[in-house]
């Protein structure tokens, strides 16, 4: 089955859509990458998107204009992805959808929001979509993230150790073989916030952690920010922007006046790294492959080596995936998953009741995906080599 995984993670920079060819035969998936895009936001609508997300308050209103454009957005994302990589003949699409809300209260998540109407979706390339992946974990008592630990425990079966699959986007999450799956906490969340705050809006984050590069680590706000109760939780855990942001970042900045930029951003970079490391620690890991755009911050990758201490760490892309496009390839599955009336979920890493086939359907012009139900799930992701990156 052609399907194409959409996404966009919580530095809603862009979308990305990754097609894939995907079959099951016993208890073997194999994924055969056909191409992957990014398709950035357009200004307007980024900046549309940032002004409605917490701290701020927002509007039904413009919560119904964002649910649309976004879903239109990811429209046009498919339909590239579509006519790039598939010749037109995709047979699914997974969209993960814009998060907008995660609602966490003492450790429980109550709900999530993500919106990018899936209509505009199906009624512009005509296939079936699934979408809304999250909130029927959260009905099933789990946190509704990550999401993507069933791939990663799929695709990290049987390598030696404890290897930890590490996704660096605004917040960071991790993933070992047995299940075990949470948030550590921010990755790029407060750096981008930071760079954003201090450049008066003109950057959105730290292009190849310059800045950081730049900067002296400021030791007493590393301690302060390191106090923060979330890293204490037991897991499983989820966080997000609705902790982490810049109202969280000035107060912590509260007593130390006239701090240089440079040196607020390399002390941030710093405590995103220790916190991941902390977190590789208390599961054991041996291994860290590390995928998302965080990947592409040379001084994030290098502190989080030297926070290791000598645990290895490398990209996805000695594995096979392409550290840009994982979650979208994720998202892709768990969309095959459901279409073939699977469970999508690792009930030890969300602290879910059961394991739940995920998300919303919304059809095609032909109707329903055209498979039957399997009632044998998946042990394991292999990847055979297939096309080129967009």
Known sequence: MRVIGLMSGTSYDAIDAAAADLSLDGGTLTLKPLGFVSEPYDDALRQALAAALPPATTSMAAVCRLDTRIGQAFAAAALHANDRFCDGRAELVASHGQTVYHWAEQGTVRGTLQIGQPAWIAEATGLPVVSDFRPRDIAAGGQGAPLVSLFDVLWLRGRPGTPV???????????????????????????????????????????????????????????????????ALPAPKTTGKELFHVGYLLDALAGFPGLPPQDVVATLTRLSARTIADAVRLVGGTEVIVSGGGTCNPVLMGMLRAESGGVPVRTSDALGVPPAAKEAYAFGVLGFLTAHGLPGTCPVGTGARRASVLGSVTPGWGGLPSVGRVERGPERLVFEEGGVDG
């Open 165 to 231: 699959a590490l996704n660096l986007g605004g917040i960071a999450n991790l993933t070992t073989p047995d299940g075990t799956a949470f948030d550590t906490g921010p990755a790029g969340a407060l750096v981008d916030a930071a760079v954003l705050h201090f450049s008066g809006g003109r950057l959105p984050y730290d292009v190849d952690g310059a800045l950081a590069a730049g900067g002296t680590v400021h030791e007493a706000l590393l301690d302060r920010l390191l106090d923060e109760p979330y890293y």
